[in-house]
């Protein structure tokens, strides 16, 4: 159980923007007197008080740190540095708001009298100083970019703001002592309600918070009570949302008419955390702190939720198009649902509401694996597993990645690390080496003789494939990538996804090709990825059904009408909202990592869709000329449905190469397990089917006779066989008997 949250939370305004901000001005800022201390033990308690001696510190202008080019005051490589900039004020009471900038290299938490105002990427009450950050973090100013900022409400102000002197105390720190760079630049800018100017002008690139009040989007409405929100663990907040229905305008004044309750949230994303704008996971609890299910704005009832916030995606929609076309192709992705975010009388910008991967019967809709089902069939599902950043909570694979001499990693997902049972562990990795094992060999199949696609959901693996290369995208296959299995008992093949993490996709990438519409993203970017893809697209089975999937899909979900049918209707769905959002995050003509050329360059977002549209159809053409395989007998690779009435027997339409089927004979048919098959031609593979396309059967003879001993391999029944040569394939109803 989580701690109890205060009922003290529940009275606070859940909205309560200030009213009658004249003007703003700063009073902290870059080139300000600071003094400084580089510490070698911990200093005193007191050392964020207004009263406190820092007379042994050092002097200098602000920033300081070192080799971002930034710093007016130049210090030595370390761990971590603590400043204090003192300020006066003059009359509190026309103080309505505060808002902190800080830039810096890569955690601080700041504080005003002794009050801790801000944080990122440290935790501790207060950090140790020798502790290291979190994450990377890099500063943004000396790139032209707005740093981070964090508003203090007129409410906390009121308990921390003093007349006369005060101060604002910060602590910077390192990711590691030795980092290349560190800074630390703080900015305390006040929105002042009456005419008078006593203090500093803003900053060039400050812009004042403007008064959000309503949005043709849903409301999603965070009040932690003045909390600061970090990655892990979740803060308690209250959680509101406000929709009023299709056309009817919400209102930031109107009742939490959706969803009314309580959650945990706290900071998500790797990479991402550094943007500006973060992504948040989001847990619903109830009043003592337990996890509850809840169904708002259509998505089924469940307990976790992640709001994302689009930032170096200026589109707003590379997450949302994936996961819309991966649901389109048949496959559970996250459902989402673009929002607009004010966390603590913040206004956040546009979000967009999505699912967080999780075994459940309205997402991975696979078995529940218990800590007692370690036999039988119960053992052979549900996992999830993934391959992402780490080598760590999973397994190492015995084969190398595709192309270098690291070893591929997997991690562990449901069950985690935590829960999983050793023999759930080894069944798992049992079945992904078999798996493996068969892609590497030249046969395609395992020292059991089962082919690779016995492991696998064939239509799984290729759609995924398709999905990660229409949209370039360069996580692909190496980072964020999902796999689970079900039990046996309901179908129990390995499937590749859900799909997760597209905001570098579809042109917004200037690395591993992520820009170019041309070449193979597995290919440019295939450092960290497994060697499996590069043996599918050698196989005969896994190019023909890609081909086959491809051309299917690019007369319906694919087509480039359809997608941008997509994209216009969801544009002038955000038409306004997207205006709020780069007004509060003015980034369009900026660049932020790891943008394209033309996503740096465009100045709106009307411009981003248009080269957005642009980078899809050449990379749609490029495909349409690329993608190997032969889309013949495409019927084999769909995957059945089993609409066949007790006691009968299903019918399959055969196609064959007539060139191809006059110079093979198979015989004799019926057979009692020995089959022999003869080519005029050399025979490249050989592959028998039972009726529902599950392959029983393969060999790679490169000769032209083969004899078949099937009796051990084959119940009685009927089969199809499938003879492939350079002239085209052969396919031919078998029965044994």
């Given at each position: 159980m989580k701690a109890l949250i205060s009922t003290l939370l529940a009275t606070i305004p859940l909205w309560a923007f200030p009213q009658g901000i004249n003007h703003w001005e700063t009073v902290v800022q870059s080139g300000d007197s600071c003094t400084y201390l580089l510490p070698s033990a911990e200093p005193s308690a007191t050392w964020t008080d207004i009263g406190y001696n820092d007379?042994?510190?050092?002097?200098?202008?602000?920033?300081?740190?070192?080799?971002?080019?930034?710093?007016?005051?130049?210090?030595?490589?370390?761990?971590?540095?603590?400043?204090?900039?003192?300020?006066?004020?003059?009359?509190?009471?026309?103080?309505?708001?505060?808002?902190?900038?800080?830039?810096?290299?890569?955690?601080?938490?700041?504080?005003?009298?002794?009050?801790?105002?801000?944080?990122?990427?440290?935790?501790?009450?207060?950090?140790?100083?020798n502790q290291t950050a979190g994450a990377f973090h890099e500063a943004v100013l000396y790139q032209g970019i707005a740093p981070e900022s964090f508003n203090i409400s007129k409410a906390t102000l009121s308990g921390i703001l003093v007349p006369g002197v005060n101060v604002l105390a910060v602590q910077v720190h390192n990711q590691n002592i030795t980092s290349s760079d560190m800074s630390a630049i703080p900015f305390l800018s006040l929105g002042i309600s009456d005419t008078t100017y006593n203090y500093n002008p803003i900053p060039w690139w400050f812009i004042p918070p403007f008064e959000f009040d309503s949005s043709n989007l849903p409301i999603v409405v965070v009040n932690t009570g003045g909390q600061t929100i970090v990655d892990d663990p979740k803060v308690s907040a209250?959680?509101?949302?406000?929709?009023?229905?299709?056309?009817?305008?919400?209102?930031?004044?109107?009742?939490?008419?959706?969803?009314?309750?309580?959650?945990?949230?706290?900071?998500?994303?790797?990479?991402?955390?550094?943007?500006?704008?973060?992504?948040?996971?989001?847990?619903?609890?109830?009043?003592?702190?337990?996890?509850?299910?809840?169904?708002f704005l259509n998505f089924p009832a469940e307990e976790d939720f992640i709001l994302y916030g689009p930032y170096s995606d200026k589109s707003l929609l590379n997450n949302v198009l994936a996961m819309k076309l991966g649901n389109d192709l048949g496959h559970y992705a996250s459902r989402t649902r673009f929002v607009e975010l004010v966390i603590d009388d913040d206004y956040k910008g546009v979000y967009v509401l999505m699912e967080k991967i999780k075994r459940d019967n309205d997402r991975v809709d696979i078995a529940k694996l218990d800590s007692t089902d370690v036999a039988g069939d119960s053992l052979t599902g549900g996992y999830i597993f993934r391959i992402d950043k780490g080598i760590y909570d999973g397994w190492q694979s015995n084969y190398q990645v595709f192309s270098f001499t690291d070893t591929?990693?997997?991690?562990?997902?449901?069950?985690?690390?935590?829960?999983?049972?050793?023999?759930?562990?080894?069944?798992?990795e049992t079945y992904v080496d078999s798996f493996e094992s068969a892609m590497a060999s030249s046969t395609f199949m395992d020292a059991d003789s089962n082919h690779y696609t016995e492991f696998i959901d064939l239509r799984s693996f290729v759609d995924n494939f398709i999905l990660n290369e229409i949209s370039k995208n360069v996580d692909a296959y190496r980072l964020s990538t999902y796999f689970y299995k079900d039990r046996d008992s309901e179908g129990g093949k390995l499937k590749a996804g859900p799909l997760w993490d597209f905001n570098l996709a579809w042109g917004n990438g200037n690395y591993c090709g992520g820009d170019d519409s041309t070449g193979w993203e597995y290919y440019q970017c295939s450092g960290e990825s497994p060697f499996w893809w590069d043996n599918m697209l050698g196989d005969t089975t896994f190019s023909n059904a890609l081909r086959c999937r491809w051309e299917e899909l690019r007369l319906t979900k694919l087509h480039t009408d359809s997608i941008n049918d997509y994209l216009d209707s969801m544009t002038s769905y955000l038409g306004e909202s997207q205006v709020r959002n780069f007004l509060r995050w003015p980034v369009m003509g900026i660049y932020l990592w790891p943008n394209s050329s033309w996503y740096a360059s465009s100045t709106s977002h009307a411009e981003v869709l248009g080269y957005m549209k642009t980078f899809i159809e050449g990379r749609s053409k490029w495909l349409d000329n690329n993608i190997p395989g032969v889309a013949q007998y495409c019927e084999l690779y769909v995957p059945p449905v089993d609409t066949t009435p007790p006691d009968t027997t299903p019918t399959i339409s055969i196609r064959e190469d007539p060139i191809a089927s006059s110079s093979i004979l198979i015989y004799p048919n019926p057979s009692s397990g020995t089959v022999h098959v003869q080519s005029m031609n050399e025979i490249q593979h050989i592959q028998v089917s039972d009726m529902i396309g599950k392959t029983v059967y393969f060999q790679r003879p490169n000769s032209h006779y083969v004899r078949l001993e099937l009796n051990a391999r084959l119940s009685k029944g009927v089969y199809l066989i499938s003879v492939r040569t350079e002239l085209g394939t052969t396919v031919r109803k078998l029965l044994i008997n």
């Open positions: 007379s042994s510190w050092g002097i200098g202008p602000m920033g300081v740190g070192y080799a971002d080019g930034d710093d007016s005051t130049v210090i030595a490589n370390t761990v971590s540095v603590y400043l204090r900039a003192q300020f006066n004020i003059i009359d509190t009471s026309v103080v309505q708001e505060a808002i902190l900038s800080m830039d810096y290299d890569d955690g601080f938490v700041a504080y005003l009298n002794g009050t801790e105002i801000g944080r990122g990427y440290l935790t501790g009450t207060p950090p140790p100083y209250n959680l509101g949302i406000i929709y009023n229905g299709v056309g009817i305008r919400n209102y930031l004044t109107d009742p939490f008419n959706e969803y009314s309750g309580f959650c945990g949230i706290e900071l998500r994303g790797e990479s991402s955390q550094g943007f500006a704008k973060k992504s948040y996971g989001v847990e619903i609890w109830d009043w003592l702190g337990n996890d509850v299910d809840a169904s591929l990693y997997f991690q562990f997902y449901y069950p985690d690390e935590n829960t999983i049972q050793p023999e759930q562990k080894a069944y798992i």
